[in-house]
């Protein structure tokens, strides 16, 4: 049984979701629904869930900082963004803080519960909308530091078109796992790609890939 923790503060759609899920999915509990980030981080310490859906913008406190907070005291918690807005400044910011995914409320009711299955195994997904406008996003930040700093973005010039695909995916805080799924790769294959980035461009771990995208 996946016991699972809503946290919406819109009543009408938790409680909406919450009947969705108790009429079609009998491997997912409900344990509670909380209406903002803090009663969030308080109910997941009480319930300890498997899995949380989490808004980004409620009052009190926001879905990403709640995020932050419960992934540090419970790592082994699978946060879910359910969210009618995908900026992407928003998905990077709930992904780095420790979101397992990002998926838009207009996910259909079937699409939710695999997603919901499928998070609790390990898999990391974010909605193919989203996911496009954030590797494009990151093409273009790439393109302007390499105007500011053509030094240091020389670097990626070295790397072939596929690695800089995951390198656009890496530095967006994405796992292996999603990498390949997205891109079609197997596993192996991408773990042979972010091995040879990390050696063209001399970093030792995804955190340093980050630092890098992110330096001005």
Do not use: C, W
């Not at 409620?58 to 900026?87: C, Q, W």
């Amino acid at each position: 049984m996946i016991r699972i923790l809503l946290v919406d503060d819109q009543y009408l759609f938790a409680q909406s979701l919450k009947m969705m899920i108790s009429n079609y999915a009998e491997d997912i509990d409900v344990v509670g629904i909380a209406e903002d980030g803090e009663e969030a981080v308080k109910m997941s310490r009480e319930l300890r869930p498997d899995v949380i859906l989490m808004d980004i913008y409620m009052k009190h406190m926001n879905g990403v900082r709640a995020t932050k907070i419960i992934h540090h005291e419970f790592p082994d918690i699978r946060i879910i963004i359910l969210s009618t807005y995908g900026e992407d400044e928003n998905v990077r910011e709930a992904l780095l803080s420790g979101a397992s995914g990002y998926l838009m409320k207009d996910i259909s009711p079937t699409e939710l519960l695999i997603s919901i299955r499928s998070f609790k195994s390990g898999s990391i997904q974010i909605s193919p909308s989203i996911l496009q406008t954030l590797i494009k996003k990151t093409y273009v930040d790439m393109s302007e530091k390499r105007n500011n700093n053509p030094q240091l973005f020389s670097l990626l010039d070295e790397l072939t078109k596929r690695e800089r695909e995951v390198f656009s995916m890496l530095a967006t805080g994405y796992e292996n796992e999603m990498i390949a799924e997205k891109l079609s790769l197997s596993e192996q294959t991408v773990r042979n790609y972010v091995s040879s980035i990390y050696n063209k461009l001399g970093v030792k771990d995804r955190f340093e890939i980050i630092r890098l995208a992110n330096r001005t």
